[in-house]
T-cell receptor, first 114, second 110 residues
Framework: DVKVTQSSRYLVKRTGEKVFLECVQD?????MFWYRQDPGLGLRLIYF???????EKGDIPEGYSVSREKKERFSLILESASTNQTSMYLC?????????????FGPGTRLTVL | AQRVTQPEKLLSVFKGAPVELKCNYS??????LFWYVQYSRQRLQLLLR??SRESIKGFTADLNKGETSFHLKKPFAQEEDSAMYYC????????????FGSGTRLQVQP
């Protein structure tokens, strides 16, 4: 059973703080993703990684960075949190291959920036 | 660039009524389409994908390349179908990330 876990379910931070969101998967997946989920906007891709130390920008990378030092762990970093980064953050992972493989999602982290 | 459009934010039906959740896409190549579902207090999970041509929990979806649509259908809605539904697209070239629509909340009333 694939498991994607995220370090916190709820997080409250202040404007200007540095914020770390952690994601861990236990299925040896090559690909990992960070999305943010907002009402009326669906899920939007922030960053993804297809291998250790490899990363690519998604559709809304501004204000975020990522780190993947180990295959099972993918961190999202908000360098200086702002109120417009209040959102639900979803991590996902999948195998790599010649055709699409199902993405498995974590439970999400609801971040509030005051 | 690819785009997925779900025109309805909310769809409310009575139990036993037919359901159709609309999804249209734009992509210049040949995409792979999916429906993901998120039940209350649960994580997002795959419901079905077009290449498998399966019926999952009574839901089906047919890819219509002429109309660039991938509508989700169920002939008789159940209360347990109430959830948030997202249509998503994956391009065969380039990144493996999904492009999601804005989602449709399905409410099935008793």
């Amino acid at each position: 059973d694939v498991k994607v876990t995220q370090s916190s379910r709820y997080l409250v931070k202040r404007t200007g703080e540095k914020v770390f969101l952690e994601c861990v998967q236990d299925m040896d997946h090559e690909n990992m993703f960070w999305y943010r989920q907002d009402p009326g906007l669906g899920l939007r891709l922030i960053y993804f990684s297809y291998d250790v130390k490899m990363k690519e920008k998604g559709d809304i990378p501004e204000g975020y960075s990522v780190s993947r030092e180990k295959k099972e762990r993918f961190s999202l970093i908000l360098e200086s949190a702002s109120t417009n980064q209040t959102s639900m953050y979803l991590c996902a992972s999948s195998y790599s291959g010649p055709s699409y493989n199902e993405q498995f999602f974590g439970p999400g982290t609801r971040l509030t920036v005051l | 660039a690819q785009r997925v459009t779900q025109p309805e934010k909310l769809l409310s039906v009575f139990k036993g009524a037919p359901v159709e959740l609309k999804c249209n896409y734009s992509y210049s190549g040949s995409p792979e389409l999916f429906w993901y579902v998120q039940y209350s207090r649960q994580r997002l999970q795959l419901l079905l994908r077009h290449i498998s041509r399966e019926s999952i929990k009574g839901f089906t979806a047919d890819l219509n390349k002429g109309e660039t649509s991938f509508h989700l259908k169920k002939p008789f809605a159940q209360e347990e179908d109430s959830a948030m539904y997202y249509c998503a697209l994956s391009a065969y070239t380039g990144r493996r990330a999904l492009t999601f629509g804005s989602g449709t909340r399905l409410q099935v009333q008793p």
